[in-house]
């Protein structure tokens, strides 16, 4: 199998490319060259907001299925179509629970895929998508907004996996820090009063789900999460018995909240994942090693 993945030089994106090296898969990655690709990895180096430069860099390259992980919005999906017309069959969106971000709500059930349909939800071009710092504002709308542009103008298949706050691995966020960083040192850690429900999956596993996803031939969102979910006052106990401190809890209602405090349930269900035939592990089989390894370095 030939694989195109768009982005990739961090994080789950980068072992997600090796999980598809391994399995024998052809792999060309895409991005602005500013980290070496893994061995044995064709690298080809394209700003993909600059079409014309991604089109020329893939030249007369096709692929059997296109990894997109860094859409942030229908601009950005809208090049890919122009783009890999014609080079590809398959493209999976790496896509995000922030689609969710508005419509959970406080003791509500985990979300399933169809609470957001890309194939009805209004896309606007006109809101300045190539301003960073608005994408970044409105990261779940534009998440949600590239993938209805995906699912109704592509002629490929289109997937989106609606991935959950990943955590392990080479984490660049910090988020799980801020909270072992805090209970470790005895400073408080500020929740919502009631904070609600999140889903998270680990690192290594989501890449091993997008590189399954890959070869797979189903079409449309799909969820994935590990089992588990857990609210800002559970994370920061399991944080606590794995540090051997005693969380200090404060309770805030605006910001800034720690990170994974949310006023609505982020949960998601992942019964379609399983019935493709994925099975997710439980967060409490990995989340500890997760903070063991985000704890701060005795000097």
Known sequence: MDVCVIGGSRYFGRRLIEELRDAGAAVTVVNR?????????????????????????LSDRSFDVVVDQVCYSPLQAAAAVRVFTDRTRRYVLTSTVEVYAELGRPGGAPLPEQAVDPAAWPVDLELPWSDERFRADHYGEGKRQAEALLTRQAPFDVAAVRTAHVLGGADFTGRLAHYVERIERGLPVVVHPAPQPASFVHEPEIARFLAWAAVADFTGPVNAASHGALDALELCALVGSVVGREPVLVAGTGEPVSPFSFERCYAVDTGRAADLGFRFSS?????????????????
């Open 33 to 57: 060259g500013s980290t070496p690709a893994p061995r044995g990895v064709v690298q080809l180096c394209a700003d993909r907001d600059d079409e014309a430069a991604l089109r020329a860099a």
């Open 283 to 299: 967060a409490a089989d990995w989340l500890p090693q997760a903070v063991k390894d985000s704890a701060v370095p005795v000097l």
